[in-house]
């Protein structure tokens, strides 16, 4: 079987976020940033000009994703034990455990994840970019995606996605 693909590595799909991380036994990180970078590889059939999707038109979907998460805390939504309040007066508290943290809520991206990896960005970042290419390029649908999210430069967090040839 052939497979034809495109894989996109630029510079500038990166973004800056802090956070920090809840470990299995209940310790944390301290609040912390990273300078991100997003690599992304995905499959999907050639179409009738020889493309899988068009370089020019797929850089933009993934830039839209990194400049959302660009200079913001991320926080994870659905940890167990972590609670997010946006209060009424345009800052978010954030309780864990002794530990609290106020910000502006402007300054604050609490994603649907349970702890703020970079396996956990990979994800979300790549279940964001399968949405949106389905939404914009229903004639090219994805057989295999694969983001990687580079914290620090040989350190990264991974998330497939493969059709079910069934």
Not at 25 to 46: I, K, M, P, Q, W
Not at 92 to 115: C, G, H, M, Q, W
């Amino acid at each position: 079987m052939e497979h034809w693909g495109i894989d996109l590595s630029k510079e500038y799909l990166k973004f800056s976020a802090a956070h920090f991380l809840i470990f299995p036994d209940g310790s944390t990180e301290r609040l912390h940033g990273h300078n991100y970078r997003v690599f992304v590889e995905l499959e999907a059939g050639l179409d009738e000009f020889g493309l899988v999707i068009d370089f020019q038109r797929i850089k933009p979907v993934v830039r839209e994703l990194c400049d959302y998460l660009d200079e913001h805390w991320l926080l994870p939504e659905h940890h167990p034990v972590l609670s997010i309040h946006a209060r009424p007066d345009g800052v978010t508290e954030v309780r864990y455990k002794d530990l609290f943290y106020a910000a502006p809520s402007t300054d604050v991206i609490a994603l649907p994840i349970n702890n703020t990896s970079s396996e956990n960005l990979a994800t979300w970042i790549g279940r964001e970019l399968r949405e949106r290419l389905r939404e914009r390029f229903p004639q090219a649908p994805i057989q295999n995606l694969r983001v990687a999210v580079e914290e620090t430069s040989g350190q990264r967090g991974i998330y497939r996605y493969q059709v079910d040839p069934a």
